[in-house]
């Protein structure tokens, strides 16, 4: 794992640590990659729960409850199905927080309208039941789309557990 992510996966432990919150991940084109971060920290079953790996449409479905109908409406590839898959995480575990990425990372699978780079998150938030969601065209090739994935997806983990500036 490089330096840069390395410090970002000890940065999100204190977050979560800070705001007394336990994080849940859901990974469709990052395989996995963002848990794999978050326990490469010492003491990080203090502030993680789980991971899923959802890389198919069935996965979604069967390990985090993401609608068929969503699925065939939106595509893999959507807020809507990030949305979804973040919230099945809090709903089937202990966590307080849930990151959920899909995502074109290439070199194939891209189209006209989801070109390779198009990546979605979702972030959840038990306090509230507050869901964000935002769709990012990332450059360069399958490593690169990943691992800024898993940057953002865990920079927006501790934009979202920070104290609101007054």
């Given at each position: 794992?490089?330096?840069?992510?390395?410090?970002?996966?000890?940065?999100?432990?204190?977050?979560?640590?800070?705001?007394?919150?336990?994080?849940?991940?859901?990974?469709?084109?990052?395989?996995?990659?963002?848990?794999?971060?978050?326990?490469?920290?010492?003491?990080?079953?203090?502030?993680?729960?789980?991971?899923?790996?959802?890389?198919?449409?069935?996965?979604?479905?069967?390990?985090?409850?993401?609608?068929?109908?969503?699925?065939?409406?939106?595509?893999?590839?959507?807020?809507?199905v990030?949305?979804?898959?973040?919230?099945?995480?809090?709903?089937?575990?202990?966590a307080?927080?849930?990151?959920?990425?899909?995502?074109?990372?290439?070199?194939?699978?891209?189209?006209?309208?989801?070109?390779?780079?198009?990546?979605?998150?979702?972030?959840?938030?038990q306090?509230?039941?507050?869901?964000?969601?935002?769709?990012?065209?990332?450059?360069?090739?399958?490593?690169?789309?990943?691992?800024?994935?898993?940057?953002?997806?865990?920079?927006?983990?501790?934009?979202?557990?920070?104290?609101?500036?007054?």
């Amino acid at each position: 794992m490089n330096a840069d992510l390395e410090v970002l996966g000890s940065r999100t432990g204190q977050c979560l640590l800070a705001a007394n919150a336990v994080l849940a991940t859901v990974e469709s084109c990052t395989g996995g990659w963002v848990a794999e971060v978050v326990t490469s920290v010492a003491g990080s079953s203090a502030w993680f729960d789980r991971g899923y790996v959802t890389y198919s449409n069935q996965a979604k479905i069967d390990l985090v409850g993401v609608s068929a109908q969503t699925l065939e409406r939106h595509g893999a590839v959507s807020e809507p199905v990030v949305c979804e898959m973040a919230q099945g995480a809090l709903a089937r575990s202990p966590a307080t927080i849930a990151v959920a990425i899909s995502g074109v990372a290439g070199p194939g699978g891209g189209s006209a309208e989801k070109p390779v780079g198009t990546v979605c998150f979702a972030w959840a938030e038990q306090r509230g039941g507050r869901v964000e969601s935002v769709t990012l065209r990332l450059p360069g090739d399958r490593t690169a789309v990943r691992h800024a994935a898993v940057a953002i997806a865990l920079e927006g983990v501790c934009a979202r557990l920070s104290p609101t500036p007054a």
